[in-house]
């Protein structure tokens, strides 16, 4: 049986270079060696197998005799080890159980006034006249929206310095130099507080006793009647009548910081640069907008408009915050793609190379959101959020979220792109984000316009 390629080359150079240009490696990879290959780099800091045809994505993520979902060490470290996502077998579905409810049904659509108003409020900071940076007014709205409607909070002394710590702990590790505190365990040694590894310790350990603090003054206020998901995961309970401890609700507000904050900010900065890129999707996208006065519209109305979901699906195809599904790991020895694999190969999903294939995504570089009105994808090619058991909990918030800010921006703010050199795709920690967050132009409040007949919307 033939083995799989990959490069020769020393698995530290392969570590760095994944680290440094994620896109660039696995794009050159797929190039050279096809639809699998093998590369001495990845999130399990091991010798991964790296798939991108839809068939074998659905195979690995759907066979779960033959592949299991191992802890995720990088992930532990950074989110702790009683988050649902790095959690194995039988208690990660019980988590993922108690968590769902949250994330569904009428409880998100009250989201929806909330995160109009905050995008408004956000964006009328925004000077007229002046430049600013996407990703920035798009973490300050994201920020805000986890801060309103998961911890349920107001303005308060302890919640600005949440934000504040958060926001430091994010920056730790944004740079792809940075990140490799992430990646290489023979960095992580704590020698003193101006160390990287000290640092990064003495941060997190500043943003656990915040998050601890609020959490312990959260149970002794608890009020069922409030609908923010803090207070679900403090009254949520298993089917033995078992709440969340202290731990787990630590370790899943940082995963839903994480997660919500910085990957959400950093697709709707690409969204914004997309849609201002080009004209005609602006236009189109404008057209359908004019349909509706987005102010007082029913979310749910916003979050089915075909053209802005178009462009978001387009967005999310096209550089998807998250390259990776998780790790999977094989049970026994298995065949895929016809080569064999020893019990233990770790194998990851490249979901960027699966948005990338031009047998599913004629001109994959090309952004073109009328791909996603012209046919449908199935799950296993077209998998932004991951795929299977460990497909993203926030995928609907966050897709809800995407669509609601950007209707609200485009509707009420004149805007245009600062800089015409292209937007090249960069490291930020676990994510990849536009170099530089987009540089914009506010020009100001969009003069209303009379709103037209909705059969004129682009379908």
Not at 257 to 272: K, P
Not at 397 to 420: C, G, K, Q, W
Request: neutral net charge.
């Amino acid at each position: 049986m033939k083995s799989i390629p990959g490069p020769k080359t020393p698995a530290i150079v392969q570590q760095m270079q994944w680290t440094l240009d994620p896109v660039q490696t696995m794009e050159t990879c797929a190039q050279k060696y096809g639809d699998i290959f093998m590369l001495q780099a990845g999130l399990s800091n091991s010798a991964t197998v790296y798939v991108s045809s839809p068939e074998a994505q659905k195979e690995v993520l759907t066979k779960k005799n033959q592949y299991e979902a191992p802890s995720n060490m990088i992930l532990k470290s950074l989110l702790g080890e009683k988050s649902m996502i790095v959690l194995e077998g039988d208690r990660h579905r019980q988590e993922r159980k108690l968590l769902m409810p949250p994330f569904h049904g009428d409880r998100m659509r009250n989201y929806g006034e909330l995160m109009r108003n905050i995008t408004k409020e956000a964006a009328s900071n925004l000077t007229e006249g002046k430049t600013f940076i996407a990703r920035q007014l798009m973490q300050e709205i994201t920020m805000q929206v986890i801060i309103r409607a998961v911890f349920g909070l107001q303005d308060s002394p302890r919640l600005s310095q949440i934000r504040s710590s958060l926001g430091d702990f994010v920056q730790m590790i944004a740079s792809p130099v940075r990140a490799s505190l992430l990646f290489f365990p023979w960095l992580q040694k704590d020698l003193g507080p101006w160390s990287p590894w000290g640092k990064y310790q003495l941060q997190q350990q500043k943003l656990n006793e915040l998050l601890y603090t609020e959490i312990a003054t959260r149970r002794s206020q608890l009020d069922p009647d409030r609908n923010d998901i803090f207070t679900l995961m403090l009254l949520a309970r298993d089917e033995e009548g078992q709440g969340m401890t202290d731990q787990e609700i630590r370790d899943e507000l940082m995963t839903m910081l994480f997660a919500g904050y910085e990957t959400s900010a950093t697709t709707l900065a690409w969204a914004v640069y997309w849609i201002y890129k080009q004209p005609e999707v602006y236009q189109k996208l404008m057209q359908e907008l004019e349909t509706l006065e987005i102010d007082t519209a029913d979310p749910m109305t916003i979050f089915h408009l075909p053209y802005l979901t178009a462009v978001c699906q387009e967005t999310l195809r096209l550089y998807p915050a998250g390259m990776f599904t998780f790790p999977r790991r094989t049970k026994q020895p298995v065949e895929l793609q016809g080569y064999h694999l020893e019990a233990g190969t770790m194998i990851q999903g490249s979901i960027h190379l699966t948005h990338q294939r031009e047998d599913l995504y004629p001109e994959p570089k090309k952004f073109k959101p009328e791909r996603f009105l012209e046919r449908q994808y199935s799950p296993y090619e077209y998998l932004p959020f991951g795929g299977g058991s460990r497909r993203c909990l926030g995928m609907a918030l966050a897709s809800f979220e995407m669509r609601v800010v950007l209707a609200t921006l485009l509707s009420n703010f004149e805007m245009e792109l600062a800089e015409n050199k292209p937007v090249k795709p960069k490291r930020r920690g676990l994510i990849v984000g536009p170099a530089g967050g987009v540089k914009m132009l506010m020009k100001g409040e969009r003069k209303q316009v009379e709103k037209k007949s909705p059969s004129v919307a682009v379908v």
